[in-house]
Structure formats: structure tokens, C-alpha cells
């Protein structure tokens, strides 16, 4: 999610289907075990053939039973069914989940590799660190899955509900109930950002816009688990015209990784993230452009239940002596624009987020206290967008939803949009800066 600091908006089971049903239901890869036994009967026929040893007969060809197969469960499965829909705990049975990329520290920072202490505070964080690595291991799947999945001539809408079926299946929360999307689910709705949009854009109820084979688009979504967000990113294109501007805000983004740790100003890094991301160049349309960083866009840092805790990673040098601190969780995403490298409000909103620091105010509009109730006990402070409201039952909830913005509880995020005519890409990673070690989802 896009942090936009200058305006001050911060940003199982299988449902398998039947045999020939032409693959309506995820298809399930599981082990499966042959008898390779022989009849006991087929064996007696054959003793008794050589003991009489008849003239004229012949010995009686042995016969084999067709051999069984025991049938394929999703219990059984071993690896995640296609679209993503098996439990991912059930991949997982003993709860530990897989590491992320492992960093050590380096410079003055590089005694903590080793120091026993600092490894013995990272040891009593283990239940923070593995929460963090379900979250980041369900968004690796249903991210892999999406990745080869996606394709010109779907709907965006087709898009964003695929990949938000794929969290709420493989976290065990499909999100109905109230309370169930507090304890894991969706962690930030999922944006389809194109072309000169660089963020916060996801489809409405309605929207039929259709992913062309010209588009840029930003997917970002994120997933949680009690709170602990894994908020991740990347760009799709289908045109290779576009692999520089690309490959300049990746080489950005992993600037911004490898440069984040302990004590770390913030201003070194965006120096860094900028430095990488501005030696790039893309030719498109038979111009040669500068790719610049989108100066207004940053990364954030992450706080239980709040995508946005307080601090930002700015992608462009300044004079921010804010530094990274020890057990601190940043969200390093860089983006890059063919335009001019900023961002403005545009289009018709969809995200939304209670504030943590909502005033206490009256509502005198009926719709939007049963509103507010309905946002509390289902999403609390998490992001949520319209089509999640939808999904509730929630009808007609515009004049109270509204109204809960302009009251200071809810805040919205609309669109961010460079000038139209340009192309914008964005990358996102999750990093935990801990005692001992700098772990990357």
C-alpha cells in the first residue's frame, strides 16, 4: 500500500468439482497408493492346473486383479490445488511455516549476527515470527498462482476476487462472519492499478474494465494473520517495450531492502532507492524517457492492525533523520513513472480504513453509526474496500460511509494518479528489522 506523505494519505479443505465437470472446481494434486498384490484365488487356480497335468490342457494363464487405487482426499494433498484453495496449515501440520530470505547484518550492525542475546530476544519472538511467515507464505501462493494466472481479456474484477478467494481459502477465514476477518484474511484490498494510476485503485461494485494486453498494472494486495500484515507488490505487463521501466523500480525496490536495517536514517535509504531507480531510461512509442521516482509515494512502516504505523521510507532523497529501529516491521515499495513523479487524487474511491485515532464524535446520520458498527466488529482498523461491504449484505451504505469520513472516523484513500498518458510501475517487499538478523518476505 502507498503511503502518500506530502497530502498527508497513508497509505481446508478443497471445494473440488466432479470428474469432467470441465474444471469448475481447483484441481488438487495428492499421492496416491497402488496394491500390487496378487489374487490368492488366481494362485490356487494355477497350483491345482500343474498338479492334475491333464493331456491336452493347458496350463491356465495367471490372472492379475485390476489394481486399486486409493482415492485422492484433500486431506491427502501435498502441495497447493490450482486455483489455491487448500488450507495452508493443513500444508503445514506442525505450524511452523517457511522462513522468508534470511539477511545478515553487516558494518557496525554485523555483531548481532552472533551476539547471543540478540539472538535469544529474536527466539522469544517466535510467535510474532511465525505469524508474519503464514501471512507471507499464503501471499507467496496465491502471488505465484496469480502471477502465471493473469492474463489480457479477464475483467479486473474477475482479477481481484481470484486472488482475494485464494487468501480467504488458504487462511481458513472467508471473511462472513463477524469477528472472522479480524483473526486472518485480507490485510489490504487488492489493487489493479494501470498505466498512469500508480495505486489504491480497485474495482467497484459494476466495473467492467477489462486488462488489455497495452496495460501496466500494479497488483498489490495484502494478507494477515491476527493483525500481522504482509503487504506485498508487483507490476504485470505484456508488452516487452516496458521492461526497463520495470526493471528500474525492482532494482529500486531491492535497493530499498538491502539498504534498511538497525539505526538506519531514512534519508539514506531514499537517496539510495533514488540513485538506483533514476539510472534507468525506457523507450516507448520511439522517445527515449527518464524513469523518475514518484517523489509523493512511500514505503511505511507496519504496526499490528494498522498498515501504517506512523513512519515512512521515502524513495527520493531529503533530509528525514528518522531512523529505522530494532523489531520495527517496513513495507519497502518504490514506484517509478514514465510523467512527471507525482501523484494526485483521481477517480472514484474504494479503499477505506477506520482511523486509530478517531475522534469521538456524534453521528447524526442513522446509516453511518450502523455503518461504523459493522466496519468495528468486522475489518476494526484494517483496510476494506466497497466490494467487502457488498459482500456483508450492506446496502445503500454511501450517505453513512461518507459521512464517516467527513467525520474524521473512517479515512478514504482514493486513487493516486500521475499525468494520463504516462506508465507507472511499483514493488513491494516486507522487512522485519530484528535483533539478530533483517528477514524478507
Not at 494434486?29 to 491336452?56: C, F, I, Q, W, Y
Not at 494433498?77 to 503445514?92: E, I
Not at 525506457?282 to 492492525?305: F, M, S, T, W
Request: aromatic share 6%.
Amino acid at each position: 500500500m502507498a503511503a502518500k506523505a506530502s497530502e498527508g494519505l497513508e497509505k481446508l479443505t478443497t471445494n473440488g468439482g466432479k470428474a469432467g465437470d470441465g474444471g469448475t472446481g481447483p484441481t488438487v494434486l495428492a499421492e496416491t497408493e497402488v496394491d500390487h498384490e496378487d489374487s490368492d484365488d488366481d494362485k490356487e487356480d494355477d497350483d491345482v492346473a500343474a498338479e492334475n497335468g491333464a493331456p491336452g490342457v493347458a496350463k491356465k494363464k495367471k490372472k492379475r486383479k485390476p489394481r486399486k487405487k486409493k482415492k485422492a482426499t484433500a486431506g491427502s494433498a501435498k502441495v497447493q490445488s490450482s486455483p489455491p484453495r487448500v488450507l495452508l496449515s493443513d500444508l503445514y501440520p506442525s505450524g511452523k511455516y517457511p522462513e522468508g530470505e534470511i539477511v545478515e547484518y553487516r558494518n557496525e550492525n554485523a555483531f548481532r549476527t552472533t551476539n547471543e542475546e540478540k539472538r535469544h530476544l529474536d527466539l522469544m519472538n517466535n510467535d510474532f515470527l511465525n505469524e508474519y511467515r503464514h501471512g507471507a507464505e499464503i501471499h507467496r501462493q496465491v502471488r505465484q498462482w496469480a502471477q502465471k494466472s493473469i492474463k489480457p481479456g479477464q475483467t479486473l474484477t474477475e482479477i481481484a476476487e481470484g486472488i482475494e478467494d485464494g487468501v480467504r481459502a488458504l487462511t481458513g477465514h472467508p471473511g462472513l462472519e463477524e469477528g472472522d476477518n479480524i483473526k486472518g484474511g485480507m490485510g489490504f484490498p487488492t489493487g489493479l492499478s494501470l498505466n498512469h494510476c500508480a495505486a489504491h485503485y480497485t474495482p467497484n461494485a459494476g466495473n467492467k474494465i477489462v486488462l488489455q494486453k497495452e496495460d501496466v498494472m500494479k497488483v498489490d494486495f495484502g494478507v494477515h494473520i491476527n493483525g500481522r500484515i504482509v503487504d506485498s507488490a508487483w507490476t504485470m505487463t505484456f508488452d516487452p517495450i516496458y521492461d526497463n521501466l520495470l526493471a528500474a523500480v525492482k532494482d529500486a525496490t531491492n535497493t530499498g531492502v538491502r539498504e534498511a536495517g538497525i539505526d538506519v536514517r531514512m534519508s539514506d535509504i531514499g537517496a539510495a532507492i533514488q540513485e538506483a531507480m533514476e539510472s534507468y531510461e525506457v523507450e516507448i512509442g520511439g522517445h527515449a524517457l527518464p524513469v523518475k521516482c514518484i517523489r509523493n509515494l512511500n514505503g511505511h512502516d507496519i504496526v499490528q492492525y494498522s498498515i501504517h504505523g506512523g513512519k515512512s521510507v521515502p524513495i527520493v532523497k531529503g533530509g528525514d533523520q528518522t531512523k529505522m529501529e530494532e523489531g520495527e516491521t517496513f513495507a519497502i515499495e518504490t514506484f517509478g513513472s514514465t510523467g512527471k513523479g507525482y501523484v494526485r487524487d483521481d477517480m472514484e474511491t474504494s479503499h477505506y480504513a477506520r482511523r486509530a485515532d478517531a475522534p469521538n464524535v456524534s453521528l447524526r446520520v442513522s446509516s453511518a453509526r450502523s455503518l461504523l458498527n459493522t466496519i468495528t466488529k468486522n475489518f476494526g482498523t484494517l483496510p476494506f474496500c466497497r466490494r467487502y461491504l457488498d459482500r456483508l449484505g450492506q446496502e445503500k451504505y454511501l450517505l453513512g460511509l461518507n459521512n464517516l469520513v467527513s467525520s474524521g472516523i473512517v479515512e478514504a484513500y482514493p486513487p493516486l494518479c500521475d499525468v494520463k498518458g504516462s506508465y507507472t510501475a511499483q514493488f513491494e517487499h516486507v522487512n522485519s528489522i530484528l535483533a539478530s538478523f533483517k528477514e524478507h518476505c
